[in-house]
């Protein structure tokens, strides 16, 4: 009787393995209780997906304590559980980089790493992406290993310093797979929290991509660009880092090698960065204006970055006016004597600066600016049929039209006893002597305005410069007289042709 009471009491069995594929419950026999069915069969075939994967492909670092899912899934075949294991197993998979110089090599390879890095950018565009500790190693090791790489040695000429704007730009074999990558290292610094990220986005990691600017593809320094102003924005901790970095770089080029392709993307980050500094500004800024972004003007390659460079100046001077002095010095200290192209853009920056000048800055650089002025007023400067079509003026033409500019010309009109001195005798010479015929109508026009200003001033400085040039006759007679004596009295001297040399009796 106990027996069939007992006997009808359900068996309790022991907890089954929770990696066990077929979900039955099993004994402490090596062989389960019963038959699987065929649910079970379906449910284990899904499931044999997940298997530890080799620490070659997947470091043991990355992967400790995580399940490797087969990298060549897709993210729709597996459940939301496992979606955070395969995107770091997918990870893993793209930390190996192949040559795609060849495009026949490795073909099948690289097709596949390319389709993966697509599904790796979509998969973190729709914000399923959980950026762990793991998957933030995982992504900066497979950054690192497909972007940082030494560029081939330069055979650009070394007077172009880089690539100059006629050149044709160069591009890389690699970029459809480097595209991807900076496409998903951009969307993982946008939506990553600063401070878990920043024991990997470190020092290292950011000088590296900073040495990335010399790519020659103009493509890729364009994603380096927007990647390391959002880096710039978020990780704060490493602003500063970042300034000394690219103010090293900019020392670099400047002071020893003048070659470099980045110049112009890195002062377009710098551009942003400059007009969000709080004031008053920073002791470290004002010396990145004046040991980095002033003798930038220096090198011959200035009009590749030089519109992005005047933007930077001019950022200065808005936060703060009384830079305007220092900034003008340095540019009379860099202004090109020989390279007429240099110095139309330096009247042009020249321009925008005195349209923000105040009175008082105005009047502590105005001498030396205006002499300056006076010797391209005069210049000669002559351009062929080609280059007029790439810059339409003239030297002496830009800077005539300097006295259109509103802002500039009441700045003169109020300093016009110091100004006028200065730049009437260079008026004069291109009214006698200039050979070009605008030039002749812009010197008449200004004149004109002289006259409109202060008339007895004009005709002060006329008189001045009619005593001068009776002066300098004065002296040129006086020193043709010199000179005919000179002749005359070397003229009533004997001739020496019939005396021997003397021989020297010292031996040398």
């Given at each position: ?168 730009p160069m591009f890389d074999p690699a970029w459809s797979h480097l595209q991807s990558v900076y496409d998903l290292l951009l969307r993982f610094v946008s939506s990553v ?316």
């Amino acid at each position: 009787m106990l027996k069939q009471i007992l006997s009808k009491i359900p068996r309790k069995f022991p907890k089954s393995d929770p990696l066990d594929s077929t979900g039955i419950d099993c004994g402490n026999d090596s062989t389960c209780s019963g038959p699987p069915t065929n649910g079970g069969n379906s449910f284990s075939s899904r499931l044999n997906v997940v298997k530890r994967v080799s620490s070659a492909v997947f470091p043991a670092s990355i992967m400790a304590g995580m399940e490797a899912v087969d990298p060549h899934l897709s993210f729709k075949d597996v459940s939301n559980l496992q979606k955070q294991n395969l995107f770091v197993s997918k990870l893993n998979l793209c930390c190996e980089v192949s040559d795609c110089s060849d495009p026949d090599k490795n073909a099948v390879q690289q097709d596949l790493k390319h389709q993966v890095l697509i599904d790796l950018v979509d998969f973190v565009s729709s914000g399923s992406a959980k950026f762990t500790e793991p998957a933030i190693a995982a992504i900066c090791k497979m950054c690192a290993n497909n972007l940082f790489r030494v560029f081939p040695p330069k055979y650009r000429t070394v007077n172009t310093g880089g690539e100059t704007e006629d050149e044709e730009p160069m591009f890389d074999p690699a970029w459809s797979h480097l595209q991807s990558v900076y496409d998903l290292l951009l969307r993982f610094v946008s939506s990553v929290d600063a401070k878990a990220a920043k024991k990997h986005v470190d020092h290292a990691f950011i000088l590296r991509l900073l040495e990335l600017f010399d790519s020659v593809d103009p493509r890729e320094r364009d994603c380096l660009k927007t990647i390391l102003h959002r880096i710039y924005g978020k990780f704060m901790v490493h602003r500063p880092f970042i300034r000394k970095a690219v103010s090293n770089i900019i020392y670099h080029f400047v002071f020893e090698t003048e070659r470099h392709n980045g110049i112009a993307e890195l002062l377009e980050i710098f551009g942003s960065v400059i007009s969000g500094f709080a004031l008053p500004l920073k002791e470290e800024h004002k010396i990145f204006l004046w040991r980095a972004l002033i003798p930038l003007h220096k090198p011959k390659s200035v009009g590749i970055y030089h519109q992005q460079l005047t933007y930077c100046v001019v950022q200065f001077i808005e936060k703060d006016p009384r830079l305007t002095s220092p900034v003008i010095k340095g540019l009379l200290k860099y202004w090109p004597v020989t390279n007429s192209q240099k110095e139309l853009m330096f009247i042009s920056e020249l321009e925008e600066i005195l349209e923000m000048t105040g009175m008082d800055e105005f009047q502590k650089i105005m001498v030396p600016l205006f002499r300056r002025i006076r010797c391209c007023l005069n210049s000669s400067h002559y351009q062929t049929t080609i280059m007029r079509l790439l810059s339409p003026f003239q030297v002496a033409e830009r800077a005539h039209l300097l006295w259109n500019n509103e802002r500039i010309l009441k700045l003169i009109e109020h300093n016009r006893q110091v100004i006028v001195p200065l730049v009437f005798s260079a008026l004069e010479q291109n009214t006698q002597n200039h050979w070009n015929q605008s030039v002749l109508i812009q010197t008449q026009h200004i004149r004109k305005m002289f006259c409109e200003m202060d008339e007895e001033l004009v005709l002060a400085c006329q008189r001045k410069l009619e005593e001068q040039d009776s002066l300098s006759s004065v002296e040129a007679e006086k020193r043709r007289l010199t000179w005919e004596r000179l002749e005359n009295a070397a003229d009533l001297q004997p001739r020496a042709d019939n005396i021997l040399p003397v021989s020297c009796s010292v031996t040398c």
